[in-house]
T-cell receptor, first 112, second 113 residues
C-alpha cells in the first residue's frame, strides 16, 4: 500500500464549480498534513496546512479525518487559474527525522 | 521570484560523465533537501541537510553524492548515471520549526543518454 494515495484524475470541471479531492495515508502516527500545488512544469508550492479542526483560506477548505486517515481539499467557485496538480503531503515526525512524504498528485483542469 | 535558485535548469549527460547540480537559497533557512521527480511518480526524497549536516540519506545510490558547504548552498554531484536517472531534480529549503513548509527551486531537468 502506498504511504500517501491520491486519485490522479484528471478532474475536469467548469468554471464556478465546486470540486473536492481526497487523500489517504497509511501511517496512523503521521503528525502533520499539507496540500501543495504544482503547475505544469513548475515547482511545487505550499497551498495550505491542514489542521485537526479543519481550516479555510478563501475558496479553499482543508479537512483532516484521523480516524479514517484521510485529508480533503475543497475548492469552491473554481477559476481557470486553479488548473494544476494538487499534492497531498504527510509528515511523519520520527525522532530525529524531519521529512515529508508526497502523494502523486491529483490533476485539476478547470474549463471555461 | 523564487528564494531558491537551481542551476543548470537543463542538463544532458552521457553515462560516463561527471556533472553537478547547484542550489542556492536566499531565505536564511537551516534545512535543505534534494528531491527527485519522475513522470507520474510522487516526489522522492533523496537527501536532507540540517544545519549543514547530512541528516537523511534515503538509500540513494552512490552515483549521487550530495554536498552542503554552507547553509545557503547545496550540490548534487552526479557520476556514471543510468538512463533511468533521467528526471527533474528539485532542491528545497525550510526553516527548522516549519518542516512542512518547503520552498522549492524550479528544478534541474536531467537527461541521461
Amino acid at each position: 500500500r502506498k504511504e500517501v494515495e491520491q486519485d490522479p484524475g484528471p478532474f475536469n470541471v467548469p468554471e464556478g464549480a465546486t470540486v473536492a479531492f481526497n487523500c489517504t495515508y497509511s501511517n496512523s502516527a503521521s503528525q502533520s498534513f499539507f496540500w501543495y500545488r504544482q503547475d505544469c512544469r513548475k515547482e511545487p508550492k505550499l497551498l495550505m496546512s491542514v489542521y485537526s479542526s479543519g481550516n479555510e483560506d478563501g475558496r479553499f477548505t482543508a479537512q483532516l479525518n484521523r480516524a479514517s486517515q484521510y485529508i480533503s481539499l475543497l475548492i469552491r467557485d473554481s477559476k481557470l487559474s486553479d488548473s494544476a496538480t494538487y499534492l497531498c503531503v504527510v509528515n511523519l515526525m520520527d525522532t530525529g527525522r524531519r521529512a515529508l512524504t508526497f502523494g502523486s498528485g491529483t490533476r485539476l483542469q478547470v474549463q471555461p | 521570484e523564487t528564494g531558491v535558485t537551481q542551476t543548470p535548469r537543463h542538463l544532458v549527460m552521457g553515462m560516463t560523465n561527471k556533472k553537478s547540480l547547484k542550489c542556492e537559497q536566499h531565505l536564511g533557512h537551516n534545512a535543505m533537501y534534494w528531491y527527485k521527480q519522475s513522470a507520474k511518480k510522487p516526489l522522492e526524497l533523496m537527501f536532507v541537510y540540517s544545519y549543514e549536516k547530512l541528516s537523511i540519506n534515503e538509500s540513494v545510490p552512490s552515483r549521487f553524492s550530495p554536498e552542503c558547504p554552507n547553509s545557503s548552498h547545496l550540490f548534487l554531484h552526479l557520476h556514471t548515471l543510468q538512463p533511468e536517472d533521467s528526471a527533474l531534480y528539485l532542491c528545497a529549503s525550510s526553516e527548522g520549526r516549519k518542516a512542512g513548509e518547503l520552498f522549492f527551486g524550479e528544478g534541474s531537468r536531467l537527461t541521461v543518454l
